[in-house]
């Protein structure tokens, strides 16, 4: 022992020799070390078991906003809006608040349980009250249709700790058709601007449960070039204080002449439709959507977050050469092979374009559209009017679906 200490003090700890020769001397230099050196020992020997990652639970409770709850102290305006709620809740027969990980979904389904089946999709700011003369239109013609408030719209709560990306929107549909009390396995998908691209890529990714698929208005191919400097600096994260884009988000969402939530153009685009004075449904022809959408920055607190988080991570600009190549190679796997896959049987979608949208451009989208699509990978329709028409023209937008189902280009 005599030994060892003395070797330990003939080292030099980068210390100085005087200062070695301290803490080999002293009474507590020993223990000190020989505690330094058990800790970093024990360290060592269970670093394997610190460093292993435990699997997390099955599910997690999602931080959400529920849609029907909201700040203890508004104005007395604001609350006689919020115990209406964004619209009138018993608007469509089948309604029921679907539970799930993420939070609740509103979601209506009705029309003859043997009936063609069709999943309506809205746009990004106004909830699926906007596709209510369509699904009427559905409806009257046999089909059975199901429409539901996308995650932090209408009724529907907002997660608040995942992107609004492709992953969260297609779980969404899946929810929703688990919900339904009969098998939802092979149907129609119609989406419209937001829901357009929504059901684009479900379409790329789940082909075998489509029967066709119809996109109005859709976002997916808007190019890049239409995004202004000002919307880039206020939707990229980490320019502006989040705190600052959500008030200013929050005000650019409120009714105002001209361009809409559902109209993300710049303020200098040529819109020829005051949008928010659009009447939402024929049955209450009081309720447009400039009310729907007061309405709904007072009752879904999430709204706000879901809508920059959309805009953010959705497939919605430029997926040009991404979701929208994929589906195209679905699309000619169904037209060229001797066995096609299962699942959209014609092999294209049906797209209806609004001779004056200001958001989807007519030429561009046609040329786009074709180029990645093929002439056989698309059937295109256009409508008068402006990005409004799946809610101004629901019922003919219908019709125009319908025929398509069957009809051969």
């Known amino acids: 022992m005599e030994n060892y200490l003395a070797s330990l003090r003939s080292l030099d700890l980068g210390l100085g020799r005087d200062w070695t020769e301290r803490i080999f001397t002293r009474p507590y230099g020993l223990t000190a070390v020989a505690a330094t050196v058990g800790c970093l020992s024990t360290y060592l020997y269970i670093r394997p078991a610190l460093s292993f990652t435990q699997p997390l639970p099955s599910s997690l409770p999602a931080k959400r906003y529920g849609s029907r709850h909201r700040k203890a102290v508004e104005v007395a305006a604001e609350a006689e809006e919020d115990e209406e709620g964004p619209y009138p809740e018993d608007i469509f027969p089948g309604g029921r608040s679907v539970d799930t990980p993420y939070g609740t979904i509103q979601v209506y389904e009705w029309g003859p349980e043997n009936g063609e089946q069709v999943l309506l999709m809205h746009g990004i700011g106004t909830p699926c009250v906007a596709l209510g003369n369509m699904a009427n239109r559905f409806v009257d013609c046999g089909c059975r249709v199901m429409l539901f408030d996308f995650f932090g719209r209408g009724y529907s709560d907002t997660p608040s700790d995942i992107p609004f990306d492709i992953r969260l929107y297609t779980s969404q549909i899946l929810c929703v058709l688990a919900s ?230």
């Not at 994929?326 to 066995?339: F, H, K, M, T």
């Open 180 to 409: 339904s009390p009969i098998p939802w396995y092979s149907f129609h998908i119609l989406g419209y601007s937001l829901g357009g691209a929504i059901a684009a890529a479900f379409a790329a990714y789940f082909p075998h449960r489509l029967l066709s698929v119809t996109l109005v208005c859709p976002g997916g191919l808007i190019r890049p070039s239409h995004i202004s400097l000002r919307s880039r600096l206020l939707y990229t994260k980490g320019v502006l204080p989040e705190g600052w884009v959500k008030w200013l988000i929050r005000r650019r969402l409120r009714p105002s002449p001209g361009p809409s939530a559902d109209v993300p153009v710049d303020d200098t685009a040529d819109v020829s439709v005051d949008f928010d004075q659009v009447v939402l449904s024929k049955d209450t022809s009081s309720l447009r959507v400039g009310d729907t959408m007061r309405r709904q920055l007072v009752s879904n607190p999430g709204l706000v977050d879901a809508y920059i988080s959309t805009i953010r991570n959705a497939p919605i600009y430029g997926q040009h050469d991404d979701l929208w190549r994929r589906l195209s190679a679905r699309l000619a796997e169904r037209r060229v092979s001797r066995e096609p896959p299962p699942g959209l049987p014609l092999g294209r979608v049906c797209l209806i374009l609004a001779e004056n949208d200001p958001v989807v451009v007519k030429d561009e989208w046609i040329q786009d559209s074709r180029h990645i699509l093929g002439e056989f990978g698309v059937e295109i329709h256009v409508l008068p009017g402006g990005h409004e028409i799946a809610i101004s023209r629901g019922e003919a937008v219908a019709d125009i679906a319908m025929r398509s189902w069957e009809e051969d280009l």
